[in-house]
């Protein structure tokens, strides 16, 4: 399947849409997406960090299904 190019702040915007679904968005906050320079095991060129504070897991455990399906949709613009 091929991706299509998306520029960072589009995809940030969708992130963060899906992100605000989770109870306690505003306690653990997502960083930026970021371009890995290479493409990784599954094609992909982009990836994002979480902030690692208390309760992370659950967070990253709610967005991480999105993320990854995104990840299979969508390369990051250069």
Same mark, same amino acid.
């Given at each position: 399947?091929?991706?299509?190019?998306? !520029?960072?702040?589009?995809?940030?915007?969708?992130?963060?849409? =899906?992100? !605000?679904? #989770? =109870?306690?968005?505003?306690?653990?906050?997502? /960083?930026?997406?970021?371009?890995?320079?290479?493409?990784?095991?599954? /094609?992909?060129?982009?990836?994002?960090?979480?902030?690692?504070?208390?309760?992370?897991?659950?967070?990253?455990?709610?967005?991480?299904? #999105?993320?990854?399906?995104?990840? #299979?949709? #969508?390369?990051?613009? !250069?």
């Amino acid at each position: 399947m091929k991706r299509a190019t998306i !520029k960072r702040k589009e995809l940030q915007k969708l992130i963060r849409a =899906k992100y !605000k679904q #989770y =109870k306690d968005h505003k306690n653990i906050k997502l /960083g930026r997406v970021f371009h890995l320079g290479y493409l990784d095991d599954v /094609g992909c060129n982009w990836s994002i960090s979480i902030a690692r504070d208390d309760d992370w897991e659950a967070a990253a455990d709610f967005i991480r299904p #999105y993320i990854v399906q995104l990840r #299979y949709r #969508y390369r990051l613009a !250069k």
